[in-house]
């Protein structure tokens, strides 16, 4: 079924109007760091799908590095699955994403052929990624810095499928010649007690431990290569909410040919706005991971 996706969060977790989204873009994309930047094309990337205010810099850092190093046709933009119940891997597989600042087709052909590839084979509904932010809040980021670009969006839960439909993104990464990347949505460690998750109580302490030992879990695991462990990490730790897009993102980067991964920002919400004692706070990082200088 060919559908064309309506924004369900513009306005709530990023600027509804075209202006102000074209604005908090650039704003959010500013030139990297010369110590920032990564080496090497990047092939995937890792960013967070909070509210703009609290995270839009972060992600805006994994879009512009990319811009920087590479200039893809086609973004393989992997999800967290908030509120599709399911194991499997869900693909939209045609149509367009609306945006406040203007429609992102899907490349059909290309879920054709992740479909194809994946030894599992995803699910087709696009009717499942209704309602789902992750991915939306990244798709005007696309537009802005690549608007002849396409995306694939796939929903990836922290399943047994994760690894291996990330390989398959991976193999299709290899084949396009620089034409596709990955990127994959996650935030990181929902630490208070609103979230269910408070084990070393409040304050400084706490926001330490999550940030420095939690976060870094994660983080760890993907600068390695390592998608089992962000899996097996986020079961036991509860440092990522979109554990299997990060999973699949790793595990295409690395079947792509990536050896080099570069943490380009690593935030909670308590820091981008503090709000007096740290007792509810969300990490945030951004990530690239990248070809050999000579890949």
């Not at 074209?22 to 990564?38: F, G, K, V």
């Not at 890792?46 to 590479?70: C, E, L, M, Q």
């Not at 998750?197 to 431990?209: Q, T, Y």
């Amino acid at each position: 079924m060919t559908k064309t996706r309506q924004p369900f969060v513009a306005g709530q977790f990023y600027p509804s109007r075209e202006s102000e989204c074209r604005s908090e873009i650039d704003q959010y994309t500013q030139p990297l760091a010369d110590n920032a930047a990564p080496q090497g094309a990047p092939l995937a990337g890792i960013a967070p799908h909070a509210g703009w205010v609290f995270s839009g810099a972060t992600a805006g850092k994994v879009f512009r590095a990319i811009k920087d190093r590479a200039n893809p046709e086609i973004f393989i933009m992997f999800g967290a699955a908030h509120r599709a119940f399911t194991r499997t891997p869900v693909l939209y597989p045609s149509g367009a994403w609306n945006t406040p600042i203007g429609a992102v087709p899907v490349d059909e052909d290309a879920a054709a052929a992740l479909a194809d590839l994946a030894p599992s084979p995803p699910l087709l509904d696009p009717d499942l990624h209704d309602g789902e932010h992750s991915i939306e809040v990244l798709v005007p980021f696309v537009k802005r810095l690549f608007p002849d670009a396409r995306i694939v969006p796939v929903l990836v839960p922290p399943g047994p499928d994760a690894i291996s439909f990330g390989d398959a993104a991976g193999r299709f990464i290899e084949a396009s010649g620089g034409r596709a990347v990955a990127v994959a949505s996650t935030d990181l460690t929902h630490y208070g007690r609103q979230y269910g998750f408070a084990p070393k109580g409040e304050g400084e302490d706490a926001h330490r431990w999550a940030k420095q030992v939690n976060d870094r879990r994660f983080i760890d695991a993907a600068l390695a290569f390592d998608a089992a462990a962000i899996l097996d990490g986020a079961a036991l730790h509860h440092n990522a909410c979109g554990a299997g897009a990060a999973a699949a993102a790793v595990s295409a980067a690395s079947r792509a040919g990536a050896r080099n991964a570069a943490l380009l920002e690593h935030v909670t919400s308590h820091e981008v706005m503090p709000r007096g004692r740290p007792t509810m706070f969300v990490g945030y990082a951004g990530m690239v991971f990248c070809l050999p200088e000579n890949g």
